[in-house]
Nanobody
Framework: QVQLVESGGGSVQAVGSLRLTCAAS????????MAWFRQGSEKEREWVAF???????SYADSVKGRFTISKDNAENTLSPQMNSLKPEDTAMYYC?????????????????WGQGTQVTVSS
């Protein structure tokens, strides 16, 4: 049974930093596509970034240059380091993985989801 558990969310002031963590069980993060999505208040859920099994990464334009994701294969975790945070980054952040080959930006292509962790950035 696959389980994804996010942690590390919290409140931070603008230009601050946070590091989220997604702890996976029931799958090996080094062998699958892992991604982060977010959903702000009264907004649709949007793709943030992903890392494929081979280490290939991609980022949404809104976070490019500020967010960096990495995997810890020993701990079986995926972590985005989020720097230079902006109020518009305020959202619930979700970790996701998909069973198929290759990463996608479409959330409907992901099979497993965590419960989310809230990030609030104040100006």
């Amino acid at each position: 049974q696959v389980q994804l558990v996010e942690s590390g969310g919290g409140s931070v002031q603008a230009v601050g930093s946070l590091r989220l963590t997604c702890a996976a069980s029931g799958l090996t993060v080094s062998r699958v596509c892992m991604a982060w999505f977010r959903q702000g208040s009264e907004k649709e859920r949007e793709w943030v970034a992903f890392m494929d099994f081979d280490g290939t990464t991609s980022y949404a334009d809104s976070v490019k240059g500020r967010f960096t994701i990495s995997k810890d294969n020993a701990e079986n975790t995926l972590s985005p380091q989020m720097n230079s945070l902006k109020p518009e980054d305020t959202a619930m952040y979700y970790c996701a993985s998909r069973a198929g080959l290759g990463c996608r930006v479409n959330q409907n292509r992901y099979n497993y989801w965590g419960q989310g962790t809230q990030v609030t950035v104040s100006s």
